[in-house]
T-cell receptor
């Protein structure tokens, strides 16, 4: 079955460490996205990529970095510069335009 | 910019009650409108969508009609079940944009 795989489901890190969240899709979608979800705040866009080797900042890109070297993969690195990294991170993909987004099951990151 | 405002929760209902979640939007172009649902500990799933004015999206007993005159896309279900307990997100995608704008989400709890 086609879908989006995010790993791991839970991730724990110490403050000051960078951490990379994995996102892989086998839907052959061109566009991929990273969202952050905090209680009561809905989803906020971190980065998105419409095509391989190209990506754009979303609304809250500071303290995050991404790469898009392969169509299937869009890893997100949470750097030590991100002031409040503890959150639920969701990866999504779409066929582009106004196609619906398909979401992974998320990674819950806890930084202490 | 584009934005979505949806009714604040939490909403608590008894089984077989009628559910309405209000959603209004602001957009400069001709958006597509979506409702997504998030069950505990999971990512978001597309519930229904509408791509032009007066379209009605429906799925699993839920319905929403794209009302351009009132810029609304309210979600309704005539008889809810305990399994409908989830967080519901209204979202829009403008005609020239790959990104989705999400509302803050409404938590719905259905009691037996």
């Amino acid at each position: 079955d086609g879908g989006i795989t995010q790993s791991p489901k839970y991730l724990f890190r110490k403050e000051g460490q960078n951490v990379t969240l994995s996102c892989e899709q086998n839907l052959n979608h061109d566009a991929m996205y990273w969202y952050r979800q905090d209680p009561g705040q809905g989803l906020r866009l971190i980065y998105y990529s419409q095509i391989v080797n190209d990506f754009q900042k979303g609304d809250i890109a500071e303290g995050y970095s991404v790469s898009r070297e392969k169509k299937e993969s869009f890893p997100l690195t949470v750097t030590s510069a991100q002031k409040n990294p503890t959150a639920f991170y969701l990866c999504a993909s779409s066929g582009g335009g106004q196609s619906p987004l398909h979401f992974g099951n998320g990674t819950r990151l806890t930084v202490t | 910019g584009d934005s979505v405002t949806q009714m604040e929760g939490p909403v608590t209902l008894s089984e077989e009650a009628f559910l309405t979640i209000n959603c209004t939007y602001t957009a400069t172009g001709y958006p597509s409108l979506f409702w997504y649902v998030q069950y505990p500990g999971e990512g978001l799933q597309l519930l229904l969508k509408a791509t032009k004015a007066d379209d009605k999206g429906s799925n699993k007993g839920f319905e929403a009609t794209y009302r351009k005159e009132t810029t609304s896309f309210h979600l309704e279900k005539g008889s809810v079940q305990v399994s409908d307990s989830a967080v519901y997100f209204c979202a829009l995608s403008d005609w020239n944009d790959y990104k989705l704008s999400f509302g803050a989400g409404t938590t719905v709890t259905v009691r037996a």
